[in-house]
């Protein structure tokens, strides 16, 4: 079967996951809610971030991943690169300032990625201003979950810690180490400000 790119598929499969996370939201917001006397409350709580919306945009994430990687493979480079804008527009926080931004595979002078360019380099390459980057998202994924060892969460910023288990077409599977720091702008939508990643330690 051909994967084809529609050009709204990453703001989709974004949407739809953060959507997962504020339904939730709404309704433990609803079943809590106090008497019309104290109706001011809950609109200071609903900007809060949930456990639903991080694991929604954890999913959203892996499933952008897998559809960039995709389309770089039945339609090449060109298509996932434009769908790799779409979800770094769509999920990380460079509107915001600089995004904390350490990818698994890079090295210095270029180990950490706060600009737009950076990110978008580092996961489809072509870019020549970053030499050194083949492209993570070009690496045939074909799953991708994340395992959360905690959550830390403070109105509207969390942070995460586990693992993301990947698996190529071959069925070959990478674990990465991974910390996220989200926060939600003046929309409500859920940004990435903090990715930090890195191969588990191997003792010798």
Known sequence: ???KLSQSMPALVLASALALGACASTSTTDALAAPAVEAAAPVAA??????????AAQAAWCDAL??????????G?????AAAEAVIDGAYGYALGPVLFKPTLTTVP?????????ALAYFVG????FPNDTGFAMKHWRSCASEN????????????MGNVRFTDKDGNVT?????????KDAAGTLRIVLHHSSLPYAPK
């Open 149 to 160: 060892a905690a959550i830390f969460m403070d109105d509207d910023v969390a942070m995460s």
């Open 77 to 81: 480079a060109d298509a996932a690169r």
């Open 110 to 118: 270029q180990t950490f990625r706060i600009t737009r360019e950076g």
């Open 126 to 129: 072509q870019n020549a201003n």
């Open 66 to 75: 897998v559809m960039i990687s995709m389309t770089a493979d039945n339609n």
């Open 46 to 55: 609903a900007v809060d971030i949930t456990r639903d919306e991080v694991a």
């Open 175 to 183: 674990v990465v180490d991974k910390t996220w720091g989200y926060k």
């Open 1 to 3: 079967m051909t994967f």
